[in-house]
Each structure stands twice: as C-alpha cells, then as structure tokens.
C-alpha cells in the first residue's frame, strides 16, 4: 500500500515515530509524500531520503541526544550565564550541532538541498515569528527570496525543531528583490521557530490536493500522533523561563488534539509516548527501546484493522463533502 505520511513533532518522542515506521514497513506500507513539524521533521527527511525503518532504528538507538546541547562559556556561568545567553541569542543552545547531525545524515543518502529530492516528496513545517505566519518548506522559502530548491534540507529541518527558548531561532535576511522600498535595516531580517507553535501535526496538508482527486486515485493520507495521558503531568514553574518552556510545551501538545479528536480518527495512529517529554535528552537506552515498541505496537494495531473501503468512506464525509480540505489555522 502507498501512503503519504504526516509526523507530529515531539522532541525525545519521536523515537516512537521511528517504531511505528517499523510497523509499516512490515505491512508493505511505502511513503509516497511525507511531511513532518520538529522532530517529525527529521524523521519525515531521513524517510525521504531512504533510510529504512531497521536504519533509522541504529540512528535513534546510537545517538547521544545530549550532544545536541552544545554548551557555550556562558553556561559555566550558573544561573546568570543562561540569562544572558537567552537574551543576546533568544536561545539556551544553538541548535547547530542538531543541523549538523541531520546534514551529515542525509548526505549519506545523497541528499544536501531540496533539489536532491523528487518535487512535493517532503514537506516541513515551520513558524515565522517575524511576520506571524506558518511555513510549509521548502515552497514558502521562496517568499524571502531564496530558490527553494537549491535550500538545505537540514537548514529546514533546524528550523522546524528550533523550540522556542530552548534552541536559537534560525534567522535569515530577505533577499534584495523581495525587500520593501526604505525597508530598514533590522525589517530584512527573519527569525523562524519551530513549527509545532503553529501546527505540531499538520494532517491538513495534503488534503486539499486530494479532494480534487478521484476515489480510485487517491492516496491514503495516515498521520503518526504521539499521545499520553502521563506527559499532561503538572510542570514545575518557578520563573519567566520556565513558565515560557512550559507554555510552548502546551501549546505542541495540546494544539491540534480536539482537530484530531473531532475529524480525523480515522486516519491517525496514536502513539503513547509513556510520559517521556519533549526536552528530556537525557533519556535512557531502556526508556527510548520502550518508546520504541511503543510506536511499533500502535502502528502494528492500526494497520491490522486498516480498510481501505472504510478510510474512503471517511474521507468523503469529513473532509471532501465536509469542508475541512484545509489547514485549520486558515
């Protein structure tokens, strides 16, 4: 069966979406299209560049996600070091080391831009804070001027998963052409966050294409949502800090539940991710081999009671016929 595959962002969780690949890769499912936000982001690239699901297991299973935080001289400086860091790069760690792991990976596949890619094969979601809008990559990036194909995929990926405070947002500068007459100087410049602060799990994206497509042509569209009771456990706040990592945490767990909830149940696999949170890096081998299994169970479920027929059916009532071919923020 061939599918287009949408991927939610969770930070650490993710090593669930890697299982639930597993899963579907058993069931003969192949990925036509895939598109991702965060950390489904990574996933979503190394799928469209080729990796299987027993190699994308070795990449979770052996990387020291720790590493990702790259500490600069400023956190030797306890409490206040931070602070100012926060404040001069709008981020506690810089996300490059992140960029760097992901290019080297898609590189061994052979793939460094967009261009390396079939046309419409990937899709990532980010956020432009600077002008308050959502970003499908790479088609968007054009609107700063930059050929979207010639974009590193990587560089679209640091931008999907730079969370708020937490990572540096990735800022880039318009090109000429695209700049306003007397545009000043600091206006030229872009800064992008991760793209769960708009869309954590965008399964709106390939919609509007497909409800001009025939039945008999159409694609399946199945989504890879990450859910657990447990990760709604209740956040210590005891600064602004805090209080911000715990409202952009919110608002990526939270966002896009009752969209999935009252619509697309259908065609989405939930996958419970056992109360691991988005930011803990430190996770052990034993937890991320649960998270594993977790996503490869759900997955497996799911696949043994899909219908085509059924999926069809669903489509044309909730989506085709009921006016909800699109991105629920439009």
């Known amino acids: 069966m061939i599918v287009n595959g949408v991927f939610e962002g969770g930070g650490v969780k993710a090593i669930a979406l890697v299982g ?14 895939v598109a991702g936000t965060s950390s489904g982001a990574i996933v979503s690239s190394f799928l469209a560049a080729g990796y299987t699901a027993n190699e ?96 590193p995929v990587a560089r679209a990926v640091r931008m999907s998963t730079s969370i708020p405070y937490f990572f540096d947002p990735v800022v880039i500068r318009k090109a000429p052409k695209v700049r306003r007459k007397g545009e000043s100087f600091s206006d030229q410049f872009i800064y992008i966050v991760d793209g769960g602060l ?19 042509e159409q694609l399946p569209t199945l989504g890879f949502h990450l859910v657990g009771k447990q990760s709604n456990a209740p956040r210590s706040i005891y600064g602004p800090l805090s209080m911000l990592q715990a409202l952009f945490a919110t608002m990526m767990e939270a966002h896009d539940e009752r969209y999935i909830e009252e619509k697309y149940r259908f065609r989405t696999i939930k996958i419970p991710t056992l109360g691991v949170r988005v930011t803990d890096f430190d996770i052990k081998p034993e937890k991320s081999l649960e998270l594993y299994e977790s996503g490869y169970a759900s997955a497996k479920a799911y696949f043994q009671k899909w219908s085509h027929q059924h999926y069809v059916s669903c489509f044309n009532q909730f989506i085709r016929n009921g006016g909800g071919g699109g991105n629920l923020l439009a």
């Open 20 to 33: 639930a690949v597993r899963a579907a890769e058993e069931q003969n499912v192949r990925f036509h299209q």
């Open 56 to 151: 994308l297991k070795s990449i979770i299973m052996e990387t020291p996600f720790t590493d990702f935080l790259a500490k600069s001289w400023l956190h030797e400086m306890r409490f206040v070091g931070p602070a100012i860091r926060l404040f001069v790069k709008k981020g506690l760690y810089s996300g490059q080391r992140l960029e760097q792991w992901v290019a080297e990976k898609l590189a061994a596949k052979g793939i460094r831009t967009f261009a390396d890619l079939p046309r419409g094969k990937l899709r990532i979601i980010a956020s432009d804070i600077s002008q308050g809008k959502l970003l499908v990559l790479p088609d968007d990036i054009a609107s700063y001027g930059i050929d979207p194909q010639r974009f």
């Open 198 to 216: 708009l869309s954590n799990f965008p399964l709106w994206i390939y919609d509007q294409e497909n409800s001009h497509i025939p039945e008999d």
